[in-house]
Nanobody, 125 residues
Framework: QVQLVESGGGLVQAGGSLRLSCTAS????????MGWLRQAPGPERELVAG???????YYADSVKGRFTISRDNAKNTVYLQMSSLKPEDTAIYYC???????????????????WGQGTQVTVSS
């Protein structure tokens, strides 16, 4: 199991920016697909962005052109740069890791097994 710790959430006005960070414990970080998911009030978590071990990226249509996912394997850290934030981006954001080192499911919400504790992002209008 991978331990994940997120930081960087907060309150921002519409149009503003935030950068989320997630540091993972353990070995093999560079071989894992990593993702950011969010949960607004409701039962489902939405995959916002994913990045494969090879650096391929996926973005939900709702955030394309505004969010950027990146990773620093030397620091065991994945980032989510969020710009042009909208009130509908308000949610708890979770960092997630794929335990399967051979998986290519970085673009699927169900491709992730381990989760951080989440960080709240609130965008005011």
């Amino acid at each position: 199991q991978v331990q994940l710790v997120e930081s960087g959430g907060g309150l921002v006005q519409a149009g503003g920016s935030l950068r989320l960070s997630c540091t993972a414990s353990g070995r093999s970080f560079s071989r894992r697909n990593m993702g950011w998911l969010r949960q607004a009030p409701g039962p489902e978590r939405e995959l916002v962005a994913g990045i494969s071990r090879n650096g391929n990226t996926y973005y939900a249509d709702s955030v394309k052109g505004r969010f950027t996912i990146s990773r620093d394997n030397a620091k065991n850290t994945v980032y989510l740069q969020m710009s042009s934030l909208k009130p509908e981006d308000t949610a708890i954001y979770y960092c997630a890791a794929d335990r399967n080192l051979f998986s290519s499911n970085y673009y699927r919400a169900d491709g992730y097994d381990d989760w951080g504790q989440g960080t709240q992002v609130t965008v005011s209008s």
